[in-house]
Every structure is written in C-alpha cells, then in structure tokens.
C-alpha cells in the first residue's frame, strides 16, 4: 500500500507530538493531511479521532495517526470506525508488530507516555514494516466478520 498521505490528528495533549511527526513525515515524503487541533487550548479527543478515522475508513488518505495524552480515547475512537485497525503504540516493538500481525492502518501514539526518540522509533517502524499475511491474514479476516455481524451486515 502506498504511505504518500497520511492523515494525522491529535487534542491538545498530543499536539506537541503531532507537530514533530508532521516534520517527519514531510522530510520522509509524506504528505500529512493534519486535521488538527492546531491550538494548544482544550479539546475533544473524539471530535479529531473522528475526523482522521473516517478519512481512513472511506479510503480517502493511505494511513493515520492520532495522538492523545495516553493514546487510549483515539484508540477507543478509531477502532469503531469499519476497516479500523487503530493500535496503541509504546515502542518500536510494538509498532513493527502492529504492522507484521496486525496490518495496523492507524497508529496511535500517547503524547504524555513517551519521549520524542521513542516515538520516532516507532513511527519509522510503522511506516517500514510490511503485513505478514499468511495465518494473519486469516486472523484479520475474522474481525472483519465480527465487526459485520455486530453491525448486522452478516
Ligand atoms: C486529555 O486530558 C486526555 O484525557 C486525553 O488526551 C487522552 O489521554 C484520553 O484518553
């Protein structure tokens, strides 16, 4: 899959890490479609969570990534959007196993719980690594059935 635009949203407590991601991505090539917040004043986590899972939902940007104090609101928010694979991140670990297993297509990333060194090593993880596919594809397959017939699509 192409990473060419990735969007990009946080509240307040993740703008700081937000704004140093969206230098990084343009120097990797990047094209961050950010959907703010731009100001450091208090906001609704859901109402930015939103607005960058919908744009992942509908196809409309590559991938996402959504930055709270702790990363757990934007989890919770991304991963009620259909095709949603939302994973909160603390290491590079993590963040290249959310892609091996998980086929992550949103990273998500607690502004308050990691440093900067971190995080980068995180977001080059996310953006390197590959799907595994194989018996994970088989995994994934299986939530997309659940998410359906909670839905009652199925
Ligand atoms: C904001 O204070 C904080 O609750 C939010 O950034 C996030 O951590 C929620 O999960």
Known sequence: MSRNRIAIGSDHAGLELKNFIKDIL??????????????????????FGEQVSFAVSRGEVDRGILICGTGLGMSIVANKFPGIRATLC??????RMSRLHNDSNILV????????????????AWLETPFEGGRHSRRLDKILKIEKRVNNDL
């Open 26 to 47: 343009i120097q990797r090539g990047i094209e961050p479609v950010d959907f703010g917040t731009h100001e450091e004043s208090s906001v609704d986590y859901p109402d």
């Open 90 to 95: 603390h290491d590079e670990y993590t963040a």
């Open 109 to 124: 990333m607690g502004g308050r719980v990691i440093e900067r060194e971190v995080a980068l090593k995180i977001l080059v």
